[in-house]
């Protein structure tokens, strides 16, 4: 199956630092990639659709200027978590499509703690 | 009501058990259903993957849909320990290369005992 790499998978921050996350298909490029976040024994929401080279598309009630969501090639995508608080702290997990294929592959997730 | 209903467990089974792992839904619009596994603190990986009602056979795994009933199934055979993780039902309207999202269920934990 493709691969997705996620990085960092652990990340702890103090409040009101900014902490990126990236996002690689490895071994196919990726017309769209989606960013989740998934609380403790919860299911995965999706934040945010990302494009390469266009703007994402974020969710209702996702704040853009907090997620900064950068597409810059077909085998990148980031994450930024701005001015991070406590209250951002969760698991990160982005993930993948190849063209228009219907199968989601996702990475191996980053846990965000913000102290 | 949530679109997509999973009982979160734990399910506990012993080594060998039959699992059956289920969902609801209240979208009739969705015609692609997936499930998924996650370890703690991991990314879902793909198990099964079906398009409208059937069945469809991967192994110790078995996928149904019964679109009829809005209810889809997963079964796994001769569980081992190393099953043991939460299972993710989802599911699309459409293709999400075409711009559909997946909804996802919260999430089965199934435990597989010795």
């Known amino acids: 199956g493709a691969v997705v790499s996620q990085h960092p998978s652990w990340v702890i921050c103090k409040s009101g630092t900014s902490v990126k996350i990236e996002c690689r298909s490895l071994d196919f490029q990726a017309t769209t990639m989606f960013w989740y976040r998934q609380f403790p024994k919860q299911s995965l929401m999706l934040m945010a659709t990302s494009n390469e080279g266009s703007k994402a598309t974020y969710e209702q009630g996702v704040e853009k200027d907090k997620f900064l969501i950068n597409h810059a090639s077909l085998t990148l995508s980031t994450l930024t978590v701005t001015s991070a608080h406590p209250e951002d702290s969760s698991f990160y997990i982005c993930s993948a499509i190849r063209d228009t294929s219907e199968k989601l592959f996702f990475g191996s997730g980053t846990q965000l703690s913000v102290l | 009501q949530k679109e997509v209903e999973q009982d979160p467990g734990p399910l506990s089974v012993p080594e060998g058990a039959i699992v059956s792992l289920n969902c609801t839904y209240s979208?009739?619009?969705?015609?692609?259903f997936m499930w998924y596994r996650q370890y703690s603190r991991k990314g879902p990986e793909l198990l099964m993957y079906?398009?409208?009602?059937g069945n469809k056979e991967d192994g110790r795994f078995t996928a149904q849909v019964d679109k009829s009933s809005k209810y889809i199934s997963l079964f796994i055979r001769d569980s081992q320990p190393s099953d043991s993780a939460t299972y993710l039902c989802?599911?699309?309207?459409?293709?999400?290369?075409?711009?559909?999202?997946?909804?996802f269920g919260t999430g089965t934990q199934l435990k597989v005992e010795l």
């Open positions: 989802a599911m699309s309207e459409g293709l999400t290369g075409g711009g559909n999202k997946l909804t």
């Open positions: 979208n009739s619009a969705f015609q692609y």
């Open positions: 079906t398009y409208s009602s």
